[in-house]
T-cell receptor
Framework: AQKVTQAQTEISVVEKEDVTLDCVYE???????LFWYKQPPSGELVFLIR??????QNEISGRYSWNFQKSTSSFNFTITASQVVDSAVYFC????????????FGAGTRLFVKA | GAVVSQHPSRVICKSGTSVKIECRSL??????MFWYRQFPKQSLMLMAT?????????EQGVEKDKFLINHASLTLSTLTVTSAHPEDSSFYIC??????????????FGPGTRLTVT
């Protein structure tokens, strides 16, 4: 069975601080995709990144960066120099071939960035 | 990128009535659509997988007679909550997957429908 664990329920930081959101996943499949989504108060999911299981290269996009480590089944997300607009719920998700490409979401981490 | 719309964005209905939520892929054909439910401050839980022209596949614990899903065309899937009760109040989100020829892992989410049952 597939599982995604986001152990941090809520994180509160002050603007300009760096913050890392943890994600640990479980799957027996060798082919899978990992995702991060942002959900602002409006509710609409915002896609941030997709990474396949064969690509362990870390990625940086502006203030966002992702660290994928298959050895620890982790796909962590770091926001550098956080801003108030980063306040949202962030979901890590997993999609596998065997599941018909169904996407399993973690519980989410609520990030508060204070001015 | 591909766009998925949902209608209505918000709906309030009385207990015992039925309500239909539409999910449309606007600029692509989606052979598969997914329906999720999200209770306040909780994660998205997959309810069912909707395949065009065939019966939906429901996740364990989801009542198929209560949550009717119809995927009659390649751009439209509907979720009907029958005999709604206050506990059905939730945020319902659909997603659509690109056809098999494209990246099957790529799915696009609709903006969600907030259902309140009074």
């Amino acid at each position: 069975a597939q599982k995604v664990t986001q152990a941090q329920t809520e994180i509160s930081v002050v603007e300009k601080e760096d913050v890392t959101l943890d994600c640990v996943y479980e799957t027996r499949d060798t082919t899978y995709y990992l995702f991060w989504y942002k959900q602002p108060p409006s509710g609409e999911l915002v896609f941030l990144i997709r990474r396949n299981s064969f690509d362990e290269q870390n990625e940086i996009s502006g203030r966002y960066s992702w660290n994928f480590q298959k050895s620890t089944s982790s796909f962590n997300f770091t926001i550098t120099a956080s801003q108030v607009v980063d306040s949202a719920v962030y979901f890590c998700a997993l999609s596998v071939v065997a599941g018909g490409f169904k996407t399993i979401f973690g519980a989410g981490t609520r990030l508060f960035v204070k001015a | 990128g591909a766009v998925v719309s949902q209608h209505p964005s918000r709906v309030i209905c009385k207990s015992g009535t039925s309500v239909k939520i539409e999910c449309r892929s606007l600029d692509f054909q989606a052979t598969t659509m997914f329906w999720y439910r999200q209770f306040p401050k909780q994660s998205l839980m997959l309810m069912a997988t909707s395949n065009e022209g065939s019966k939906a596949t429901y996740e364990q614990g989801v009542e198929k007679d209560k949550f009717l899903i119809n995927h009659a065309s390649l751009t439209l899937s509907t979720l009907t909550v029958t005999s709604a009760h206050p506990e059905d109040s939730s945020f319902y989100i659909c997603s659509a997957r690109l056809p098999e020829a494209s990246n099957p892992y790529e799915q696009y989410f609709g903006p969600g429908t907030r259902l309140t049952v009074t």
